[in-house]
């Protein structure tokens, strides 16, 4: 598509990629692809200087700021609590007000944050938008596929402190790590 017809879609709305497993409209085929990695999990732009990774590009540029400003200029006026982004003071302060402001239509479970909300409805829907790549089963969130993933990479990212022993998940590990304690 044309620089122009790509443009003329941000006012006229028009989204011709439709994702095949959710049916999200995207404007470009660009976007289309930054979409799908919320299915697969894959988040391939890395930071650096702390090793965060991103599904997105422009989220990695954004956390790039955190470290070349070390500032957090929004300040908590409860606790004093520094926050890199306005949104995440206005998350933060749901915290010590205990406002929910996002309420399931199925259940009227109320959550502080819209995202915990949208998770929390696929149990209502069964809607699993994250599919594993090797076995093609379902996942209600990206954590959750990137667990399941271990069970075919063998990957053991959880290393007990006191034996060196490494686990696929933290469950596993905190149960490991009651042994050396007890």
């Known amino acids: 598509a044309s620089n122009l017809s790509v443009h003329i879609r941000t006012h006229t709305g028009a989204k011709p990629y439709k994702c095949e497993l959710c049916g999200k ?7 289309l692809s930054s979409h799908m ?3 697969t999990g894959l988040k391939p732009f890395k930071c ?4 965060k990774v991103f599904a997105r590009a422009y989220s990695l540029t954004s956390h790039k ?17 520094g ?11 749901r915290t010590h007000t205990g406002a929910k402001p996002y309420k399931c239509d199925f259940c009227e479970k109320q959550f502080t944050q819209s995202n915990s909300l949208k998770i929390h409805t696929r149990t209502h829907t069964g809607v699993k938008p994250y599919k594993c790549e090797v076995c093609s089963k ?18 053991k ?6 034996c060196e022993k490494e686990f696929a998940n933290s469950s596993n590990l905190a149960k490991h790590i009651r042994t050396h304690i007890m």
Do not use: M, Y
């Open 83 to 93: 926050c890199s982004w306005s949104s995440d003071l206005t998350k933060h302060i």
């Open 157 to 162: 990212p959880f290393k007990c402190e006191f």
């Open 25 to 31: 409209g995207c404007a470009t085929s660009g976007n």
């Open 37 to 39: 990695r919320t299915h």
């Open 48 to 51: 650096e200087l702390c090793g």
């Open 65 to 81: 700021q955190v470290h070349n400003t070390g500032s957090k200029p929004f300040k908590c006026q409860l606790c004093g609590k």
């Open 138 to 155: 379902g996942f209600k969130t990206s954590g959750d596929l990137s667990k399941h993933f271990r069970t075919h990479s063998g990957a």
